[in-house]
């Protein structure tokens, strides 16, 4: 089932997005084994996402071949075991976390890349900066020596109303196109999910993230120590 279901979002996405760009397919491992993540790689899943930092680590030997991505909200205290091992975090919500990244980062002399978080739909439940303060807060993350800003990430809402979901896409890739126009390391914008990419790519996303759609329902295992 996953070979399939890879091979058919691969397909799917093979044509690129309305702007003539290439969508890059990050396959989110949240609970899954490294059986599981290893075929989704041999059918050609190039990209991987972990939610939590605990299986990041406990995944990491595991599992071969493809770019390690962090995709879930990231605690202060656990970014010393992400440093040297993410190609992409998608989640940099707040300056403090900025701070912690560009501290343990200039220690290992590593350069983290990092996508800015915006609440797009300024939702309580949601982290990520508002989306009128996305521009002042690239501007001063760009400033870290350590840090290097390839784009900016979004969740949207869980809504039945497709124009205010299309609306909030193109806010979205609005402040995409603003910030690549000032720093040519902007590549990235993060945005889709099993349940809506369709509706992201069709409005600028470059790169989603898939879990259910390639592995199926999710099992959540019990918590072990409270850990993240």
Partial sequence: MITENVKKALAEIAGGNPFGEKITLVAATKTRTPDEINEAIAAGVCDIGENKVQEFTEKYDAVHGANRHFIGHLQTNKVKYLIGKTYLIHSLDRTELADELQKRAQR???TA????????????????????????????????????????????????DT?????????MRALFE?????????????????GDWRLCVENG????????????????????????
């Fill in 108 to 110: 290992a002399d590593w």
């Fill in 178 to 194: 603003t910030l690549r126009e000032k720093d040519k390391n902007i590549e990235y914008l993060s945005m889709g999910m099993s």
């Fill in 113 to 160: 890349d990092c996508l800015i978080e915006v609440n797009i739909g300024s939702e309580l439940s949601k982290s990520g900066f508002a989306p009128e303060n996305a521009e002042a807060a690239y501007a001063k993350l760009r400033g870290y020596p350590n840090l290097r800003i390839r784009g900016v990430m979004a969740m949207l809402p869980l809504s039945e």
């Fill in 163 to 171: 124009a205010l979901l299309t609306s909030l896409c193109k806010k």
């Fill in 205 to 228: 996303s470059n790169m989603i993230r898939l879990g259910t759609s390639l592995f199926g329902p999710r099992r959540y295992p019990a918590p072990e120590n409270g850990q993240n």
